[in-house]
């Protein structure tokens, strides 16, 4: 990477953080590129040589929280040992309660279009994961709806989970997806 590009990094980095930082100070839909020169002292230039406005920033936050979800995902190699399952269902329980983009979305209007995104992202994920996936003995419509339901009830338990306020230790909640996934779903790959 040369000198140009790491500071390219560097100021998207700085411009996520500071994005996550105001989703904990106001509503997203009231943050504006002002508060966000502010907080990461950047000029104004500098955001938009990024992007084009706050709009354009909710995508690109959209697209790296799906993408950390994804090297999440791609990371798990499944197992009968509910300590691999658990330490891999913590680090996105984890994820998802040091994120308060993902927790942000939830409560927006934008949550639907961010889901619908997922979703289809989650569909192609499987479908390649489908096509290349060769230890499975079962057929590959199978495997498909045994990994769609992983992802579903994930993603589900963690909505859950996120609209109470985290009130269950992320260890428990990591518990129950690792005994979900090792008795409910192992069984069937």
């Known amino acids: 990477m040369n000198e140009l590009d790491e500071r390219y990094s560097t100021v998207e980095n700085a411009i996520f953080d500071a994005f996550f930082l105001l989703i904990n100070e106001k509503d997203m839909s009231k943050i504006t590129v002002s508060d966000l020169v502010k907080k990461t002292g950047i000029v104004r230039s500098t955001f938009y040589n990024h992007y084009e406005n706050i709009p354009a920033l909710i995508e690109a936050a959209e697209d790296k929280t799906i993408n950390d979800i994804f090297t999440l995902m791609e990371s798990f190699h499944p197992k009968n040992d509910k300590d691999v399952c658990k330490s891999y269902f913590l680090a996105i329980v984890n994820y998802a309660k040091v994120n308060p983009f993902v927790t942000n979305l939830l409560e927006s209007p934008r949550s639907d279009i961010f889901f619908e995104k997922m979703m289809t992202m989650f569909h192609n994920y499987v479908s390649n994961l489908t096509n290349t996936k ?4 079962g057929s590959k419509e199978t495997f498909s ?8 009830s994930t993603i589900g338990v963690l909505h859950k989970w996120i609209a109470e306020d985290f009130k269950t230790p992320a260890d428990t909640v990591a518990d129950l997806l690792a005994q979900v996934f090792i008795t409910g779903i192992l069984p069937y790959l």
């Open 145 to 152: 709806y045994l990994i769609a339901c992983t992802i579903g």
């Open 134 to 137: 060769v230890s499975f003995t």
